[in-house]
């Protein structure tokens, strides 16, 4: 009898774990609480790491066309401090190591590699429960239940799966990031896109930060980290978006104009993220029938592992079962021992990139880390 096998979340984790059963002739169903591939943005750009992002997509033979997306000169770096003083200029020296992509064009990558049919769009999942015979019976929003004898949560980093095997819920770490967008940068903001360069950017200094990116369409896209308690996020998000971008911007005083103009003269509302993350060594015990991916099983800070570990994950995953037909808890448990030690180990480095850009000596320290590193780290 074929077991069924149901995916919940179609971002790039999800959607990598149907693209790779796919490919092994394996069906299954992805559930979206979205009502289309366009309900809303999808952010921008992703640095795709050579040991994870990339083995992903080779694994589900989509390499080739993820090539033809990259983004030329996005890999270059930039450290700059709060005068805007230039401290490391690592241009894309063309070694492929992290190329950048659009997350958009990847993920719509991912989607047009499925049988039609295979995403369920607008269908929010509310709850999780063990039925009979292994099987887990997942309520929609609806009203309607529909049971699969195995589950996959690869619904984020506030999953409705996860609860089926861990207690686990995401914290805040006490830094937001705020995000902005600037159009025509070339024309209206040259000294601003003369500062943040054809790729990455970070502006640091204690406490706060200015991340940005240059997206292919010409704009940068800005993430502002700050170090604040959540009641001063609740209460910016409440206030007019360009109030909250003056006071957000009041944050940085003293910081040289064509830095601070990345928040000042942001043309879109700005996004309040405050990020939470899991612990790093977040595990479950075996759980019949049911796993996790992603954010679902591993939220770290947003420093560009993120998605590389989601598509990983998926990847693997899919094989593991392909490896283990009609044992598809040998394969849950050969997935997840690999997972456990990879999450633990790319949240650890995480939360160390983050501290580097925000410590004490920032952004001296981030500068060290970057030439310790080598080019490769040096994008996210």
Same mark, same amino acid.
């Given at each position: 009898?074929?077991?069924?096998?149901?995916?919940?979340?179609?971002?790039?984790?999800?959607?990598?774990?149907?693209?790779?059963?796919?490919?092994?002739?394996?069906?299954?169903?992805?559930?979206?609480?979205?009502?289309?591939?366009?309900?809303?943005?999808?952010?921008?750009?992703?640095?795709?790491?050579?040991?994870?992002?990339?083995?992903?997509?080779?694994?589900?033979?989509?390499?080739?066309?993820?090539?033809?997306?990259?983004?030329?000169?996005?890999?270059?770096?930039?450290?700059?401090?709060?005068?805007?003083?230039?401290?490391?200029?690592?241009?894309?020296?063309?070694? #492929?190591? *992290?190329? $950048?992509?659009? +997350? /958009?064009?990847?993920? %719509?990558?991912?989607?047009?590699?499925?049988?039609? =049919?295979? &995403?369920?769009? #607008?269908? *929010?999942? $509310?709850?999780? +429960? /063990?039925?009979?015979? %292994?099987?887990?019976?997942?309520?929609?929003?609806? =009203?309607? &239940?529909?049971?699969?004898?195995?589950?996959?949560?690869?619904?984020?980093?506030?999953?409705?799966?996860?609860?089926?095997?861990?207690?686990?819920?995401?914290?805040?770490?006490?830094?937001?990031?705020?995000?902005?967008?600037?159009?025509?940068?070339?024309?209206?903001?040259?000294?601003?896109?003369?500062?943040?360069?054809?790729?990455?950017?970070?502006?640091?200094?204690?406490?706060?930060?200015?991340?940005?990116?240059?997206?292919?369409?010409?704009?940068?896209?800005?993430?502002?980290?700050?170090?604040?308690?959540?009641?001063?996020?609740?209460?910016?998000?409440?206030?007019?978006?360009?109030?909250?971008?003056?006071?957000?911007?009041?944050?940085?005083?003293?910081?040289?104009?064509?830095?601070?103009?990345?928040?000042?003269?942001?043309?879109?509302?700005?996004?309040?993220?405050?990020?939470?993350?899991?612990?790093?060594?977040?595990?479950?015990?075996?759980?019949?029938?049911?796993?996790?991916?992603?954010?679902?099983?591993?939220?770290?800070?947003?420093?560009?592992?993120?998605?590389?570990?989601?598509?990983?994950?998926?990847?693997?995953?899919?094989?593991?079962?392909?490896?283990?037909?009609?044992?598809?808890?040998?394969?849950?448990?050969?997935?997840?021992?690999?997972?456990?030690?990879?999450?633990?180990?790319?949240?650890?480095?995480?939360?160390?990139?983050?501290?580097?850009?925000?410590?004490?000596?920032?952004?001296?320290?981030?500068?060290?880390?970057?030439?310790?590193?080598?080019?490769?780290?040096?994008?996210?």
């Amino acid at each position: 009898m074929t077991q069924t096998i149901a995916i919940v979340g179609a971002g790039l984790g999800g959607l990598m774990l149907a693209r790779v059963l796919h490919v092994h002739g394996i069906a299954s169903t992805v559930y979206e609480a979205e009502a289309s591939p366009a309900a809303r943005t999808q952010g921008g750009m992703l640095d795709i790491h050579d040991d994870s992002g990339q083995v992903a997509l080779k694994t589900a033979q989509l390499y080739d066309e993820f090539v033809g997306l990259i983004h030329s000169g996005g890999q270059a770096t930039r450290v700059l401090d709060r005068d805007a003083t230039v401290l490391l200029d690592q241009p894309d020296g063309g070694s #492929g190591g *992290r190329p $950048e992509v659009r +997350r /958009a064009d990847l993920r %719509a990558l991912l989607l047009k590699s499925l049988p039609i =049919g295979t &995403v369920h769009w #607008g269908r *929010r999942v $509310e709850s999780v +429960r /063990a039925a009979a015979h %292994a099987r887990h019976a997942m309520t929609f929003a609806d =009203g309607s &239940v529909v049971k699969a004898d195995l589950v996959v949560g690869a619904d984020g980093a506030w999953s409705r799966v996860r609860s089926l095997v861990s207690g686990a819920t995401p914290t805040y770490i006490g830094v937001t990031y705020i995000e902005t967008y600037l159009a025509d940068v070339e024309a209206r903001h040259p000294a601003t896109a003369q500062a943040v360069g054809s790729g990455g950017f970070f502006a640091t200094a204690p406490g706060q930060a200015i991340f940005a990116h240059r997206e292919p369409d010409g704009r940068l896209h800005t993430y502002v980290a700050v170090r604040k308690p959540l009641a001063w996020v609740r209460e910016m998000e409440a206030a007019d978006p360009q109030d909250a971008l003056v006071r957000t911007a009041a944050e940085f005083d003293g910081w040289h104009p064509s830095l601070t103009a990345l928040i000042t003269e942001g043309q879109t509302d700005p996004v309040f993220r405050p990020v939470h993350t899991l612990p790093a060594t977040h595990r479950w015990e075996r759980v019949p029938g049911v796993t996790l991916l992603g954010d679902a099983a591993h939220v770290m800070e947003p420093v560009g592992e993120g998605a590389n570990l989601a598509m990983i994950d998926g990847a693997e995953l899919a094989e593991a079962i392909a490896g283990s037909p009609g044992d598809v808890e040998a394969a849950l448990l050969a997935y997840e021992t690999r997972l456990f030690p990879r999450s633990a180990a790319a949240s650890a480095g995480s939360a160390q990139v983050l501290n580097l850009c925000l410590d004490d000596d920032a952004p001296h320290s981030l500068v060290r880390f970057f030439q310790s590193a080598g080019p490769s780290t040096q994008d996210g």
